[in-house]
Structure formats: structure tokens, C-alpha cells
């Protein structure tokens, strides 16, 4: 009873019409997987031409179209890209920029040769004039002086309310820029700034803002503001006059911040009188967080008349007044 196997012959695939494009050799036959014996395929003549692989000088123009292509998209993007691009640099940024860079050199040359001068004359200093320290100060104007001469125009209004270097005073002003401390030494008074502990570590500027008597701080501790009053006060009774930002820090944005009342309470404790000082010019310069440049323009100082009384609180609404009229007379905002 033995059984036959019967072999189904494949049907036969439909055949394809792909065009009239014609082969120029024929396709090598495949072979389909099958359950015995291995049954041949040819496929369409037509079809073999269409997915025949193309020879190459036709890969060769592709390429070369597809290159041209690219380059070009490229190109096209790159300039896109450089005129939108937050980081492109205007003519006038690349001048101010370009401008910061002289301003430091030229600073930093006239900071080593006067600081030798400041080293030279201080035990001098300390023998004959350790707090008000005039010999130093004189250093540092021409210091000052030499340096914002050649980039900015310097004003000056109501020089007759400073008092004389002799008379003890408790100044303040607005703070908009690191130009501030410049424009200021140019005064030739022998005040005392307060500085964070951190500048001090900086070679040469560092080291001469100890010699001229800058009084340190550390931020956020209230120790250190503390014995930072208690300095003012020894020094203000001792002949020397000191200088406040009352506000602070620099103004982010050109306008006048909230006063603290360190300085009105050394003035009342001293009964020294307050000196207002208003700056103008000097954030738009050089605004506070972009001290790498320096744009063109000028700086106008005006000195207001001194304040005198015995209440902190009194004294320093006073202070701003003064100083927030001038910022709004001349353009500025307070907050």
C-alpha cells in the first residue's frame, strides 16, 4: 500500500509590465527556498532594467549634484544663521568691546607704576598721616584721572559743596557701574571706601586699596557688617571721611534701589554731615554685569548740599530725595 508523492507544479506569477524600458543583459537567476527541489524565478525583463544597479558615471553626477546641493544649503544657513544669531556682533559691540580691553590695559600699566609710588611713600603714611592717608589718595586721583582721561568726558556741578579734606564727612551716592570708583577718586578726597573681602586678593589693585585704607566686608555676614560700622565710626572720629553706596550693590537696571541706613547711622554717631552724590552716565558706559565692555559717551558728578541731623531714619529719606530728583530730572528712573 504504498503511496505516491505527488510534486504540485508552482503556479505561475502574474506577469509584470514596468514600462517599455528595455534590459541590456539578463538578470541571474534566483532560487526560491522551496520543500525538495530549488524552482527558478526569472523575473520580468522589464523589472530587471528598472532596479538594475547604475553604472558609474551616473553615481559619479549624483554625487556631484547632491554636493552642489548641500554647499549650497550650507552657505545659505551659515548666513541665516550669523544674522540671527543672539551672539552676532555688531560694529558697535566689537568697537565697545574693543575699548574695554584698552580701558583694563591702560589701567593696569598705570596701576604698577603708581602702586610703586604708593609702596614708597607708606611708611611715611603711616607715620605722619594713617587715616586720612592724603599722599595715597593723591596717587590714586592722578591714577584715576589717567585713566578715564582718554575714554570718557568727566563734568562735575557744585564742586564748592565738598568740604575740605580736613573736615570729616560721611558721602553717599547712587551706584550704577564699576566706573563709579573711578569718577569718584578724580574728586581728590581722602574717603574711605567699603569693599568686599574678595577684591582684596587681586594683584596690584588689591594690594593698593590696602594701602589707601579701603575698609573690607563680607557679604551676608552680619559680624563683619558689624565691625564694618564700628571701623567707619573709629575712622570718621579719628579725622577721615568714608563713602557709602547705600544702596548696596549696582543697579541692574539704571534705577535708584531702597537706601540701607549704615551710613546715616555713622553720620549720626559721628555727627558728621551726609554729602550726596549723584552719578549720571556712568551704567549706561558700562552697565553693571558687562564690565568686559565700554561704550562712548560721557559721566556727570553732581555734588548736592550737605545734610546734617541726628536721626538715622530722617537722614537717609532725606539723602535719597535729594539724589532720586536728580536722577529724575535728568532721565533716570527710581524704584
Given at each position: 500500500?504504498?503511496?505516491?508523492?505527488?510534486?504540485?507544479?508552482?503556479?505561475?506569477?502574474?506577469?509584470?509590465?514596468?514600462?517599455?524600458?528595455?534590459?541590456?543583459?539578463?538578470?541571474?537567476?534566483?532560487?526560491?527556498?522551496?520543500?525538495?527541489?530549488?524552482?527558478?524565478?526569472?523575473?520580468?525583463?522589464?523589472?530587471?532594467?528598472?532596479?538594475?544597479?547604475?553604472?558609474?558615471?551616473?553615481?559619479?553626477?549624483?554625487?556631484?549634484?547632491?554636493?552642489?546641493?548641500?554647499?549650497?544649503?550650507?552657505?545659505?544657513?551659515?548666513?541665516?544663521?550669523?544674522?540671527?544669531?543672539?551672539?552676532?556682533?555688531?560694529?558697535?559691540?566689537?568697537?565697545?568691546?574693543?575699548?574695554?580691553?584698552?580701558?583694563?590695559?591702560?589701567?593696569?600699566?598705570?596701576?604698577?607704576?603708581?602702586f610703586v609710588a604708593m609702596v614708597v611713600v607708606h611708611p611715611l603714611v603711616l607715620l605722619f598721616d594713617r587715616y586720612r592717608r592724603r599722599a595715597q589718595h593723591y596717587i590714586a586721583k592722578i591714577w584715576a584721572t589717567l585713566t578715564i582721561s582718554m575714554f570718557y568726558k568727566l563734568e562735575v556741578e557744585g564742586i564748592e559743596n565738598l568740604p575740605p579734606n580736613?573736615?570729616?564727612?560721611?558721602?553717599?551716592?547712587?551706584?550704577?557701574?564699576?566706573?563709579?570708583?573711578?569718577?569718584?577718586?578724580?574728586?581728590?578726597?581722602?574717603?574711605?571706601?567699603?569693599?568686599?573681602?574678595?577684591?582684596?586678593?587681586?594683584?596690584?589693585?588689591?594690594?593698593?586699596?590696602?594701602?589707601?585704607?579701603?575698609?573690607?566686608?563680607?557679604?551676608?555676614?552680619?559680624?563683619?557688617?558689624?565691625?564694618?560700622?564700628?571701623?567707619?565710626?573709629?575712622?570718621?572720629?579719628?579725622?577721615?571721611?568714608?563713602?557709602?553706596?547705600?544702596?548696596?550693590?549696582?543697579?541692574?537696571?539704571?534705577?535708584?534701589?531702597?537706601?540701607?541706613?549704615?551710613?546715616?547711622?555713622?553720620?549720626?554717631?559721628?555727627?558728621?554731615?551726609?554729602?550726596?552724590?549723584?552719578?549720571?552716565?556712568?551704567?549706561?558706559?558700562?552697565?553693571?554685569?558687562?564690565?568686559?565692555?565700554?561704550?562712548?559717551?560721557?559721566?556727570?558728578?553732581?555734588?548736592?548740599?550737605?545734610?546734617?541731623?541726628?536721626?538715622?531714619?530722617?537722614?537717609?529719606?532725606?539723602?535719597?530725595?535729594?539724589?532720586?530728583?536728580?536722577?529724575?530730572?535728568?532721565?533716570?528712573?527710581?524704584?
Amino acid at each position: 500500500m504504498g503511496g505516491q508523492l505527488l510534486r504540485p507544479r508552482p503556479a505561475l506569477a502574474p506577469r509584470l509590465h514596468v514600462g517599455t524600458t528595455a534590459a541590456s543583459s539578463s538578470p541571474q537567476p534566483h532560487a526560491v527556498a522551496g520543500g525538495g527541489r530549488g524552482v527558478e524565478c526569472r523575473p520580468h525583463r522589464g523589472l530587471s532594467a528598472a532596479f538594475r544597479r547604475p553604472g558609474p558615471q551616473v553615481v559619479a553626477a549624483a554625487w556631484r549634484r547632491r554636493d552642489t546641493v548641500v554647499r549650497s544649503d550650507l552657505a545659505a544657513g551659515g548666513a541665516a544663521a550669523a544674522r540671527d544669531s543672539p551672539h552676532a556682533l555688531s560694529d558697535h559691540d566689537l568697537f565697545s568691546r574693543v575699548r574695554g580691553v584698552c580701558f583694563y590695559a591702560v589701567t593696569a600699566v598705570a596701576a604698577i607704576f603708581l602702586f610703586v609710588a604708593m609702596v614708597v611713600v607708606h611708611p611715611l603714611v603711616l607715620l605722619f598721616d594713617r587715616y586720612r592717608r592724603r599722599a595715597q589718595h593723591y596717587i590714586a586721583k592722578i591714577w584715576a584721572t589717567l585713566t578715564i582721561s582718554m575714554f570718557y568726558k568727566l563734568e562735575v556741578e557744585g564742586i564748592e559743596n565738598l568740604p575740605p579734606n580736613s573736615s570729616p564727612a560721611v558721602y553717599v551716592a547712587n551706584h550704577q557701574s564699576f566706573l563709579d570708583i573711578y569718577t569718584l577718586l578724580t574728586l581728590g578726597r581722602c574717603f574711605k571706601f567699603i569693599s568686599k573681602t574678595s577684591i582684596f586678593m587681586f594683584p596690584i589693585i588689591g594690594w593698593a586699596m590696602y594701602l589707601l585704607g579701603v575698609i573690607p566686608l563680607r557679604r551676608m555676614d552680619s559680624r563683619s557688617q558689624l565691625d564694618c560700622l564700628k571701623r567707619c565710626v573709629y575712622l570718621v572720629k579719628k579725622g577721615a571721611s568714608v563713602f557709602f553706596f547705600p544702596e548696596g550693590t549696582r543697579s541692574k537696571d539704571g534705577k535708584l534701589g531702597v537706601f540701607k541706613r549704615g551710613a546715616f547711622s555713622v553720620a549720626t554717631k559721628t555727627g558728621a554731615p551726609v554729602i550726596p552724590i549723584t552719578l549720571l552716565g556712568t551704567g549706561k558706559l558700562m552697565p553693571s554685569g558687562m564690565e568686559g565692555i565700554l561704550n562712548s559717551g560721557s559721566v556727570k558728578v553732581i555734588i548736592h548740599h550737605p545734610i546734617e541731623g541726628n536721626d538715622a531714619e530722617k537722614l537717609c529719606s532725606e539723602a535719597r530725595k535729594v539724589i532720586a530728583d536728580s536722577l529724575i530730572l535728568n532721565g533716570y528712573g527710581v524704584h
